[in-house]
C-alpha cells in the first residue's frame, strides 16, 4: 500500500477518490432518472375519432378501464370528432411519441378516407405506430317491416325487380354502412338508391317509418329494434356469423359468395413510439381480450382480435386495396 501511495502523490488520490466520487454519483442519478421515467409514470390520452355516445366508445370505454387497473395509471378517453375521424388521426400523428397519446382507428380512417377525400393531413401507414387490432364486428343488412323479404335471396329478388325503385339509408357518403351497401351492390347486380343521413338514428327511425326499404346497422343501433320484430336482420357481413346473433346467416353465405365488411378497431400511437412501450401494450391487450375485455366485446357484438404490428400492417394494406375499389366505383368524394 506504502508503494502504490508514493507512486500517486496526495494531490492525485484526492482528485482519484472526487473522480469516482463523481463517476459513482452520476450512475445513481441516471439510474434514478431512469427509474423514475419507466412508462408510463403519468396518464395516457386516448383519442377516440367520433363523438361521445358512437360505437368507438364502445371499444375505447371498456379498453381504457382494463388498461387503467393494469398499467397503473389513468387512461382518458377524449373524444375529438370531426371530418370523419381525419381531425383525431391528425391529433395522433403530430404528437409526441412518448407514449403518452395514443389513438383508436377504424376503418375509415386508415382503409377508407385515403381515397374519399383529395387530401387527408396523416399518411395511415407513415405516420403511426401501428399496435393492435383490438377487434372488429358486422354490420347487419336490414329491411323495414313492410319490405317483402324475409332472407337475403328474396330481397335481391325483389331489388333486381324494381331496379332504381328502392332506397337505402346510411349515415353519409363514405361512411361504413354506405359502402358496405356499395360492395353488396357492385357484387349482386342490385339497383338500390343512397339516401344519406346525419346519424343512424335518423335513418333507423325512417326505416321505421317505412320512408326507407333497407340499411345496414351495427349491433348496438339495431339489437332492441331486431327483438322486437320492428325491422328484420337478413345478414352479417362478417366472413364468420355474429355471435351476439349466430341465428342470422352471413351475407356470403345466405348467397353472395365472397361478400366480407366489417368495422374493425385498432390502437396506434405516432410514428417513433418506442419498442418497449408497443411491446406492454400488445402483451397486456392481449390478455386482456383472453379475460374482462373480450368478455366486454362478447356481450357488444364485437369480435376480439389482438393482432400485433406486422399483421395489423398487412391487414391495413389489404383493406386500403379493397374500400379504395369500392369508394371508386361508387364516386363518392368529399372535400
Same mark, same amino acid.
Given at each position: 500500500?506504502?508503494?502504490?501511495?508514493?507512486?500517486?502523490?496526495?494531490?492525485?488520490?484526492?482528485?482519484?477518490?472526487?473522480?469516482?466520487?463523481?463517476?459513482?454519483?452520476?450512475?445513481?442519478?441516471?439510474?434514478?432518472?431512469?427509474?423514475?421515467?419507466?412508462?408510463?409514470?403519468?396518464?395516457?390520452?386516448?383519442?377516440?375519432?367520433?363523438?361521445?355516445?358512437?360505437?368507438?366508445?364502445?371499444?375505447?370505454?371498456?379498453?381504457?378501464?382494463?388498461?387503467?387497473?393494469?398499467?397503473?395509471?389513468?387512461?382518458?378517453?377524449?373524444?375529438?370528432?370531426?371530418?370523419?375521424?381525419?381531425?383525431?388521426?391528425?391529433?395522433?400523428?403530430?404528437?409526441?411519441?412518448?407514449?403518452? @397519446?395514443?389513438?383508436?382507428?377504424?376503418?375509415?380512417?386508415?382503409?377508407?378516407?385515403?381515397?374519399?377525400?383529395?387530401?387527408?393531413?396523416?399518411?395511415?401507414?407513415?405516420?403511426?405506430?401501428?399496435?393492435?387490432?383490438?377487434?372488429?364486428?358486422?354490420?347487419?343488412?336490414?329491411?323495414?317491416?313492410?319490405?317483402?323479404?324475409?332472407?337475403?335471396?328474396?330481397?335481391? &329478388?325483389?331489388?333486381?325487380?324494381?331496379?332504381?325503385?328502392?332506397?337505402?339509408?346510411?349515415?353519409?357518403?363514405?361512411?361504413?354502412?354506405?359502402?358496405?351497401?356499395?360492395?353488396?351492390?357492385?357484387?349482386?347486380?342490385?339497383?338500390?338508391?343512397?339516401?344519406?343521413?346525419?346519424?343512424?338514428?335518423?335513418?333507423?327511425?325512417?326505416?321505421?317509418?317505412?320512408?326507407?326499404?333497407?340499411?345496414?346497422?351495427?349491433?348496438?343501433?339495431?339489437?332492441?329494434?331486431?327483438?322486437?320484430?320492428?325491422?328484420?336482420?337478413?345478414?352479417?357481413?362478417?366472413?364468420?356469423?355474429? &355471435?351476439?346473433?349466430?341465428?342470422?346467416? @352471413?351475407?356470403?353465405?345466405?348467397?353472395?359468395?365472397?361478400?366480407?365488411?366489417?368495422?374493425?378497431?385498432?390502437?396506434?400511437?405516432?410514428?417513433?413510439?418506442?419498442?418497449?412501450?408497443?411491446?406492454?401494450?400488445?402483451?397486456?391487450?392481449?390478455?386482456?381480450?383472453?379475460?374482462?375485455?373480450?368478455?366486454?366485446?362478447?356481450?357488444?357484438?364485437?369480435?376480439?382480435?389482438?393482432?400485433?404490428?406486422?399483421?395489423?400492417?398487412?391487414?391495413?394494406?389489404?383493406?386500403?386495396?379493397?374500400?379504395?375499389?369500392?369508394?371508386?366505383?361508387?364516386?363518392?368524394?368529399?372535400?
Amino acid at each position: 500500500m506504502k508503494k502504490f501511495r508514493a507512486c500517486f502523490p496526495p494531490q492525485s488520490l484526492a482528485g482519484l477518490r472526487a473522480a469516482c466520487v463523481l463517476a459513482v454519483a452520476t450512475l445513481l442519478v441516471a439510474a434514478g432518472s431512469a427509474a423514475a421515467q419507466a412508462w408510463p409514470a403519468k396518464p395516457i390520452r386516448l383519442i377516440l375519432p367520433y363523438g361521445p355516445g358512437g360505437g368507438s366508445d364502445v371499444v375505447a370505454r371498456p379498453l381504457g378501464h382494463f388498461l387503467t387497473q393494469r398499467l397503473g395509471q389513468q387512461v382518458l378517453v377524449d373524444n375529438r370528432g370531426g371530418a370523419n375521424g381525419n381531425i383525431a388521426m391528425e391529433m395522433v400523428a403530430r404528437a409526441p411519441a412518448d407514449g403518452y @397519446t395514443l389513438g383508436l382507428a377504424l376503418t375509415a380512417q386508415l382503409a377508407i378516407n385515403p381515397f374519399l377525400y383529395a387530401k387527408i393531413p396523416y399518411d395511415p401507414m407513415k405516420d403511426f405506430a401501428l399496435i393492435n387490432l383490438l377487434g372488429s364486428a358486422p354490420y347487419f343488412l336490414t329491411v323495414s317491416k313492410g319490405t317483402p323479404a324475409g332472407n337475403l335471396e328474396e330481397f335481391l &329478388r325483389l331489388a333486381r325487380s324494381r331496379p332504381g325503385a328502392m332506397t337505402y339509408g346510411s349515415t353519409g357518403n363514405g361512411s361504413g354502412l354506405h359502402l358496405s351497401m356499395e360492395l353488396l351492390k357492385s357484387m349482386s347486380g342490385i339497383d338500390i338508391v343512397h339516401a344519406p343521413y346525419k346519424s343512424a338514428g335518423a335513418a333507423m327511425t325512417d326505416m321505421l317509418g317505412e320512408q326507407l326499404q333497407a340499411m345496414f346497422v351495427s349491433y348496438g343501433a339495431g339489437v332492441g329494434h331486431f327483438k322486437a320484430g320492428r325491422v328484420r336482420p337478413l345478414g352479417a357481413t362478417t366472413a364468420q356469423r355474429s &355471435r351476439a346473433l349466430p341465428d342470422v346467416p @352471413t351475407i356470403a353465405e345466405a348467397g353472395v359468395k365472397g361478400y366480407e365488411s366489417s368495422v374493425w378497431y385498432a390502437l396506434l400511437g405516432p410514428r417513433g413510439l418506442p419498442g418497449d412501450v408497443v411491446k406492454r401494450l400488445n402483451a397486456e391487450i392481449g390478455s386482456l381480450l383472453k379475460a374482462e375485455l373480450g368478455a366486454q366485446f362478447d356481450a357488444d357484438g364485437i369480435t376480439p382480435s389482438g393482432a400485433g404490428p406486422e399483421q395489423l400492417a398487412a391487414f391495413v394494406r389489404s383493406e386500403s386495396g379493397k374500400w379504395g375499389k369500392v369508394v371508386r366505383q361508387s364516386g363518392a368524394k368529399l372535400d
